[in-house]
């Protein structure tokens, strides 16, 4: 397939601002990944390594909307899952790995054998999120990559998002096509003070495509030594935030794929942010996905264009 969405696989279990503990839905890099992928085109692959107990979770989600079977590798006897504490303020306050070691997570990340699968003449974007640090899978990747010649979409995951994997985030980000930071995480990377100091650096850190996500704000897409702000697409009428869980994935996947398909930094930023205004309407995934929808979303993309094109 030409698109696909990668990463550890996991159930999500949202702990409130006020210690609540929700039951676990639906969640993961891939799910999310896949969602905002597919808001724009069916021709995505959910590529994860799962457990035997997948179906029994994801379905009728996964059947329902005729997600393709042939990436998920079923590894183990139990599907993982993360537990995420939010502040009052949305942001993430704190996660755990369900064993209580995110060394664990590495056994359920994406594997050579896996990319070697999966990726041929027709792929044009893999869009992932994992470590900065050298490992095999990158190497598979990259080696692919120079065969195939698509382009990487890359955000880093919570657990290195510290000032201790700076160096081989900067390295990192010397090889991928694209790079995707939040605010508070990029700063924390990179020992900065602020959005401006970051903006600043992001515009020199080599991807062709960097994403800054602003939370509610929206996003800014920097390419060739500017930085654009899209702001959040508006919600219609008589729908609110719920959960905002996998938007920073979903909008991370879409900008992927808006960039792989040569539209310009604002049209990408727009893009992402009307998936992930998809994504934060209902705990989970959205629930159906089909031709409506992508009409939709492409004719939302279509009429903020118009309105932010003058940003160019």
């Not at 039951?23 to 035997?52: H, S």
Request: net charge negative; charged share 20%.
């Amino acid at each position: 397939m030409r698109y696909l969405a990668t990463g550890l696989n996991m159930l999500d279990q949202i702990i409130t601002p006020a210690g609540q503990a929700l039951p676990p839905k639906l969640g993961g890099v891939p799910l999310y990944g896949y969602c905002g992928m597919r808001v724009f085109t069916d021709d995505v692959l959910y590529l994860a390594r799962v457990g035997n107990d997948f179906f029994d979770i994801y379905d009728p989600w996964f059947s329902q909307n005729g997600v393709p079977r042939q990436g998920l590798r079923f590894v183990s006897d139990k599907t993982p899952y993360c537990a995420i504490q939010y502040r009052a303020d949305e942001t993430v306050q704190d996660t755990w790995f369900f064993t209580r070691d995110w060394a664990d997570s590495d056994f359920w990340r994406p594997q050579p054998e896996d990319y070697r699968r999966h990726i041929g003449p027709d792929t044009r974007g893999v869009c992932l999120c994992g470590p900065p640090q050298p490992s095999p899978s990158w190497a598979e990747l990259f080696s692919l990559r120079e065969k195939y010649h698509f382009q990487i979409m890359w955000e880093p995951n919570g657990s290195h998002t510290f000032a201790a994997d700076r160096a081989a985030t900067v390295e990192l980000c010397q090889k991928v096509d694209m790079a995707s930071f939040n605010l508070v995480e990029g700063c924390r990377i990179f020992g900065l003070a602020g959005e401006a100091e970051l903006l600043d650096f992001l515009k020199r850190l080599g991807p062709e495509l960097v994403l800054l996500r602003v939370g509610s704000r929206g996003m800014y897409t920097i390419a060739g030594g500017r930085a654009y702000l899209l702001p959040s697409a508006p919600l219609p009428p008589g729908t609110a935030v719920v959960d905002t869980t996998g938007c920073g994935n979903a909008s991370t996947a879409a900008c992927c794929y808006a960039w792989c398909e040569k539209n310009d930094p604002v049209m990408t930023g727009i893009m992402g942010n009307v998936a992930s205004s998809y994504n934060l309407r209902q705990y989970g995934p959205w629930p159906q996905f089909g031709p409506a929808l992508t009409a939709e979303a492409t004719d939302m993309a279509d009429q903020l264009y118009q309105k932010y094109r003058c940003l160019l």
